[in-house]
């Protein structure tokens, strides 16, 4: 056995085990893992942090571009799925990273607002459009033990769009989600739209993991597509849509995209 098929059983090993505690009721608790998330994402030095944070130059241009658009043909057809069918004034790109799905929607509305725990991030949204664009962007830095605090950051009931996408997987915990759901639900203008993508769990080796936020951030919160949707309907989302699923792409695996719409 290879020194790497060694290092990845031992990973799979540990992550199975987090899964087992976290199943049991033993899990870090959301200020824990809050923490470790706010200090992984103020760290830009990490090996892996530019290509985590999806910026251009750790994808390569052909990807970031796509990405992009890809994304910009699901909030299409999201809005299809729910009726929404009209032109946003306001977009909101919760998560914003490194600006790829933010140059995609520039053209569609008036005014930009990029979300993110990650001041480098937000530099970097700015950049490329700035370098790409005309758009009007206002840049919102949140904590992530304090998500709540953009409601005092964005006039709430004047969103028009949200869109978050390779987010959800990286928060702590499916009920922080709840949370993130609420304070979109806020965020929207009536007759809003969100548009979200999560991971969506299959089983138990596809739950959420609740230990170790640096080691797995990834599969950190997934959910039953189900369970997603109830979620959206508690949080006061009326036209809820299974808008995609995807097995698997270039980044990762067992995602779905959400239209959630505000009465």
């Known amino acids: 056995m290879t020194l790497f098929a060694i290092k990845r059983a031992a990973g799979l090993g540990l992550a199975s085990l987090q899964r087992l505690l976290t199943a049991a009721g033993l899990r870090q608790s959301d200020r824990a893992l809050a923490a470790d998330a706010q200090r992984y994402w103020d760290d830009p030095a990490d090996e892996n942090w530019a290509a985590n944070s999806h910026f251009r130059a750790a994808m390569g241009d052909d990807l970031w571009l796509r990405?992009?658009?890809?994304?910009?043909?699901v909030?299409?057809?999201?809005?299809?799925?729910?009726?929404?069918?009209?032109?946003?004034?306001?977009?909101?790109?919760w998560g914003c990273g490194g600006g790829a799905n933010a140059v995609a929607l520039a053209s569609r509305c008036e005014r930009l607002i990029g979300l993110d725990v990650s001041r480098a991030a937000l530099a970097?949204?700015?950049r490329q459009l700035r370098a790409n664009t005309a758009a009007s962007f206002q840049p919102v830095r949140v904590d992530v033990g304090k998500p709540e605090a953009v409601l005092d950051q964005a006039d709430r009931q004047s969103v028009d769009l949200i869109v978050s996408f390779y987010v959800f997987e990286l928060i702590p915990s499916p009920a922080y989600g709840e949370r993130l759901?609420?304070?979109?639900?806020?965020?929207?203008?009536?007759?809003?739209?969100?548009?979200?993508?999560?991971?969506y769990a299959t089983g138990?080796?596809?739950?959420?993991?609740?230990?170790g936020y640096?080691?797995?951030?990834?599969?950190m919160t997934t959910y039953r597509a189900?369970?997603?949707?109830?979620?959206?309907?508690?949080?006061?989302?009326?036209d809820i849509a299974l808008v995609n699923l995807v097995a698997?792409?270039?980044?990762?695996?067992?995602?779905?995209?959400?239209?959630?719409?505000?009465p």
């Open 181 to 199: 759901l609420r304070i979109m639900y806020q965020l929207l203008a009536p007759g809003g739209m969100a548009v979200i993508q999560i991971k």
């Open 124 to 126: 970097e949204t700015e």
């Open 67 to 73: 990405m992009g658009k890809e994304h910009l043909a």
């Open 248 to 262: 698997r792409n270039e980044l990762d695996s067992r995602y779905a995209y959400f239209a959630l719409k505000r």
């Open 204 to 211: 138990f080796g596809t739950t959420a993991r609740g230990w």
């Open 75 to 93: 909030v299409d057809k999201a809005a299809g799925a729910v009726g929404f069918d009209r032109q946003p004034d306001t977009v909101l790109d």
């Open 226 to 238: 189900e369970v997603f949707w109830q979620l959206a309907e508690e949080a006061g989302f009326a």
């Open 214 to 219: 640096r080691r797995g951030l990834a599969e």
